[in-house]
């Protein structure tokens, strides 16, 4: 699998909101993606660009399978959502990508 370089700076509080709507209207997605990326936003602090997300607790805190979160975050990635970088052991660090409007 591999992996992008997260571009560097933090989402404002407008454009997460606005990555969150992308996410949603995204119609290849399943309803459960946008909950896990409104998990991700919540994470998401300050300056800081992107998170560490365990997908285990994060399936759940949100009652869902397993396999089911972690097929969403991977759908997140290959609709280009979200960029993923290793961080420490099994846990990878996630950051919104807002796209661009043409």
Do not use: F
């Not at 009652?63 to 290959?78: K, N």
């Not at 420490?88 to 796209?99: D, E, K, M, S, T």
């Amino acid at each position: 699998m591999q992996y992008q370089s997260a571009p560097t700076g933090a989402l404002s509080a407008a454009d997460l909101l606005k990555w969150l709507d992308q996410v949603a209207d995204d119609r290849d997605l399943a309803p459960v993606t946008s909950r896990i990326a409104t998990r991700l936003a919540a994470k998401l602090t300050g300056s800081e660009p992107r998170v560490e997300l365990v997908l285990d607790a994060v399936a759940d805190d949100l009652r869902i399978g397993r396999s089911t979160a972690h097929r969403a975050l991977a759908a997140l990635r290959e609709r280009g959502h979200v960029l993923a970088a290793p961080c420490r052991g099994n846990v990878l660090a996630y950051q919104p990508v807002l796209r661009q409007e043409a």
